[in-house]
């Protein structure tokens, strides 16, 4: 009980990404450093959370596990978008490998983030050796890419493909583009050298454990080949989403760590496969049975940065549970067996 | 189409039954064990090969359709494991969407102790998820409750998958892998004494018993509690074995409710003089050494007098209806002191006794807290209660001298007319079993009386009308009494048939309609076109008429109309 009562203090607030840094407050919505993995060196890190009008896909539909639309703005400007940033780099300055620049949207979205703003900010970052921005697919055409190659090199689009299975993604995710338009996006941002990262979600609803598992091995191995990095965002429960209802209800519950560790185990051959399990050890988080978590939650991260599976070395009484859920969970016709 | 699956017993909303499956019969209430086995029910809800299996989902506020298949499968039920009020309304909202000859199958969700709670409130098939869960969580089950393994410090039982093991010195998973077998038979044995418990019509007192373990279940038991109306349209108005009330919840069974709740509905308005008495270990009341020593004071007085007795749990018990059940057969734990809530109860009964009928003089020849439970009724109505007995026994001769002399003064005073104490308990049956005025159709003059307390029956001109059986001491109607009964109140108690000639059991499938308000051992008439019969339920009118599988009705006497 006590346990429970600690883990509901730590519910993670807004961000699903990295955020093994500090974080601090500026007038951007967040920004934090780290570290990360850049050709298989682990480099110093900025992440730049920017303050938009919010995803436009979330405005007219919405995924069922992503609550960020809660945290734009809907009357931001093209000015703040920028004020923002330059703040950022005001505050931590330019000297690291890795600048990700995160819009809880698409950057490369022209309604969200305009042409001019985009590009002022790509060209500021021209000297950064890898310039990570995420979007939804549509968004990734040749035409755009060609106009930010002439502005910047060195960026890698982050799409979030969630799953290589087009039925759970539009289903069960509701995500509104196929595996067809991740790859012709991939296509198109690899034509012009740019890297690509493609979001996987461990366990979106509707999906018993094993599904989610499997369902996950399958499409880090489907995407890798349109995929420089493969992140694993192990799904958490976040405020005003369809997912947090079912939680709500008891229809849901986020994956276990082991499933997460199970992923990475099974496809570190298959490509580069990062994690960042957010919230981690907590009930709207990934988690265990709770002696375990913390533990499970350093190896994973670690393992994202050395990409070597011997970090996962962890075991615990929970696994047998673990296990008897992955076989079993189907026959509680659409509940998790385990709270 | 259900075909595959059929009731046998019934004990309240819980059933036995008998499910075809894979070619062998299965006896429900039944736990699947095997992967092999949920698959193979799993896929049966896709591709409804032989068996007819349909998943409904427990949503607030469903309203779908009537579901007839072999099993109806709750789906996510194993969300409700630790909150009994959602439990309560799946659980209540999947029966009424499932046919009654539908097998409830409530997956992921039974443990050894609360497989005698879901029993009880309606389900038919369960597995062991839920107990190979909790192995593994840490758990060891018992039908009393759950222990942490770390708890275990004897051995737990003496099953042969606790044969030989000492909890202490085993690892984790020793204790798991033990932990799940003996969980799973844990579960199995309690699914026996389950079933032995439905037969013998006492799975009530055995759930009383269970939801001790955990307030969950406690809880569970009062929300399913006041669900009065499933319960009570599900609950046999008889049954052999003595009801037990040894817990608070006793006060809330539906039997008790449905009892005395009868007697303020449907008995006739009484006037003159009402004598109240103490209750008594020994059933019926006037077989006890202080009932008879008190009737015996009384002797010929008794037949201006109208006779109640007061007692927990059931409240108050008209002399005439003290052979039925559950005034005929009860206990209680006897301490000399009630709790408030049996105080609360039984004063709140007495007031509304008093209150529903006309006495002029109301005397109590009582004692202790039947007094004071006297004095609290008399208060709230503001009427007078002429105490007999003083700080006595009930049996002391001062005392039976105050009651004679009471009795006498107030029969002089008010001249009730005098009437035949042996017709009063046919007459009150018939009343309390057909509904109210029911004796006035059934005997519009006096009859004959004859016969031994407490199987009297009542003759009209040489034919038999009506006789309480021996069995249950329940009014059975003969094929005149029950014409009598047809004529004046068409339709109630009546089971309308096929053309058939009703022989030995009707089964439901013949049945054209019934009334909705016979439960099950009702004493019924059987009618079609040309024959009338009458016989003895054996399951409620609505489910008669909803089911296609079982015995409905067995006849007793037929005749033709």
Redesign the interface.
């Known amino acids: 009980m006590k346990k429970q009562y600690r883990a509901r203090k730590r519910v993670p607030r807004t961000s699903g990404r990295e955020t093994n840094g500090r974080r601090t407050r500026g007038n951007a919505r967040f920004a934090w450093t780290g570290w990360d993995l850049l050709n298989g060196d682990v480099v110093p890190s900025l992440t730049v959370v920017l303050t938009t009008k919010g995803c436009s896909w979330a405005r007219r539909e919405g995924c069922t596990m992503c609550g960020y639309i809660i945290d734009s703005n809907p009357d931001a400007q093209a000015s703040d978008i920028q004020k923002q940033f330059h703040e950022v780099i005001a505050h931590y300055g330019k000297a690291f490998k890795i600048v990700k620049i995160f819009t809880s949207g698409s950057f490369l979205d022209q309604s969200e983030v305009p042409i001019d703003v985009r590009d002022a900010i790509l060209s500021e970052l021209k000297g950064t050796p890898k310039v990570i921005v995420e979007s939804r697919p549509e968004f990734v055409t040749p035409e755009i890419c060609d106009d930010i190659f002439r502005i910047n090199e060195h960026v890698e689009v982050a799409i979030g493909l969630e799953t290589s299975n087009d039925c759970i993604r539009n289903n069960y995710i509701n995500k509104g583009f196929s595996f067809r338009d991740f790859v012709r996006a991939s296509e198109a941002a690899h034509a012009n050298g740019f890297t690509v990262k493609a979001y996987l979600l461990l366990k979106p609803p509707f999906l018993t454990e094993r599904e989610a598992l499997e369902d996950a091995l399958r499409s880090v191995r489907d995407a890798a080949p349109h995929a420089d990095t493969i992140s694993l965002n192990v799904c958490n429960v976040q405020k005003g989403t369809l997912v947090e209802a079912l939680w709500k ?3 849901y519950r986020p994956p276990w760590l082991w499933s997460a560790v199970e992923v990475l185990k099974g496809t570190h051959e298959t490509a580069t496969v990062i994690c960042d399990p957010v919230g981690g050890g907590t009930r709207r988080g990934p988690h265990n049975c709770w002696r375990c978590d913390r533990e499970v939650v350093a190896e994973i991260k670690e393992f994202s940065l050395s990409q070597n599976s011997a970090s996962f070395t962890a075991t615990c ?2 696994q ?2 673990w296990e ?2 992955l ?2 969970e ?10 | 189409m259900t075909r595959l699956f059929e009731v046998t017993h019934r004990d309240g909303a819980a059933r036995l039954g008998k499910l075809s499956w894979r070619g062998e019969e299965l006896l429900t209430p039944h736990s699947f064990e095997s ?1 092999e086995e ?1 698959q193979f029910l ?1 896929e049966l809800t896709i591709h409804k090969a032989e068996i007819d299996v349909t ?1 409904i ?1 427990a949503q607030e506020g469903t309203s779908a359709e009537q579901v007839d298949a072999d099993v109806v ?1 709750l ?6 494991r ?2 009994p009020r959602g439990l309560t309304k799946a659980l209540l909202e999947a029966r009424a969407l499932a046919n009654p000859d539908s097998a409830l199958y409530v ?2 969700l039974a443990t050894p102790t609360n497989v005698s709670l879901l029993v009880y409130a309606g389900v038919d098939l369960v ?1 062991t ?2 107990a ?2 909790k192995a ?3 758990y060891f089950l018992d039908a009393d409750g759950e222990r942490r393994f770390d708890e275990v410090s004897r051995r737990p039982c003496f099953c042969n998958a606790c044969n030989g093991a000492t909890m202490s010195e085993l690892s ?2 020793h204790r ?1 892998t033990l932990a799940s077998d003996h969980n799973k038979k844990a579960l199995k044995a309690e699914l026996n004494k389950i079933a032995e418990n439905v037969e013998r019509g006492t799975l009530r007192e055995l759930v009383e018993g269970r939801c001790r373990a955990a307030p969950g279940l406690t809880a569970l038991l009062r929300l399913l509690d006041n669900e009065y109306s499933y319960f009570e349209r599900r609950s046999p108005i008889v049954r052999k074995a003595t009801l037990l009330a040894c817990s608070q919840e006793s006060l809330n069974r539906p039997d008790v409710r449905r009892f005395s709740e009868r007697v303020i509905e449907r008995l006739r308005r009484r006037d003159g003089i009402l004598l109240l008495l103490p209750c008594s270990a020994r059933k019926p009341y006037s077989r006890s050494r202080s009932h008879r020593i008190i009737l015996a004071r009384l002797d010929k007085l008794r037949q201006y007098l109208n006779e109640a007795i007061i007692t927990s749990p059931i409240g108050v018990v008209p002399r005439s209806l003290e052979i039925m059940y559950p005034a005929s057969n009860y206990d209680i734990p006897v301490t000399g002191t009630w709790t408030c809530d049996e105080r609360e109860w039984v004063t709140e009964r007495l007031t509304h006794y008093l209150s529903t009928n006309a006495f002029e003089s109301v005397v109590a020849h009582v004692s202790g807290p039947y007094r004071q439970i006297c004095d609290a009724a008399a208060a709230s109505l503001g009427i007078e209660v002429v105490h007999t007995v003083n700080d006595e026994n009930i049996l002391s001769s001062a005392s039976l001298q105050r009651l004679s002399a009471v009795a006498h003064e107030l029969i002089d005073a008010c001249s009730p007319a005098r009437r035949d104490l042996r017709f009063d308990y046919i007459r009150d049956l018939a009343d309390f079993q057909f509904g109210p005025h029911a004796s006035e159709a059934i005997f519009p003059e006096i009859p004959k009386i004859r016969g031994l307390f407490p199987t009297y029956y009542a003759s009209d001109r040489g034919r038999r009308i009506a006789t309480i059986t021996g069995t249950y001491q329940t009014l059975a109607l003969t094929i005149e009494g029950a014409g009598r009964y047809l004529r004046a109140r068409e339709g109630s108690y009546c089971v309308q048939i096929d053309d058939f000639q009703p022989k030995g059991t009707v089964f439901a499938i013949g049945v054209l309609s019934a009334d909705p308000g016979i439960r099950p051992f009702d004493e019924v008439i059987v009618v079609n076109d040309r024959v009338i019969a009458v016989g003895r339920a054996l399951m409620s009118g609505w489910e008669m008429q909803a089911s296609k599988r079982g015995g409905a009705v067995v006849v007793r006497h037929m005749g033709s109309r």
């Open positions: 209800k008891g229809l009484i929970d047998m549970l008897y859920v076989e079993f189907e026959f509680s016709y659409g509940v998790p067996l385990v709270p | 992967k949920l799993k998943v989902a499968v789906a996510g039920a194993a969300r409700f630790d909150d997956p992921a597995d998820v839920m190979e869960v593994r969580e840490g984790f998973e798991v």
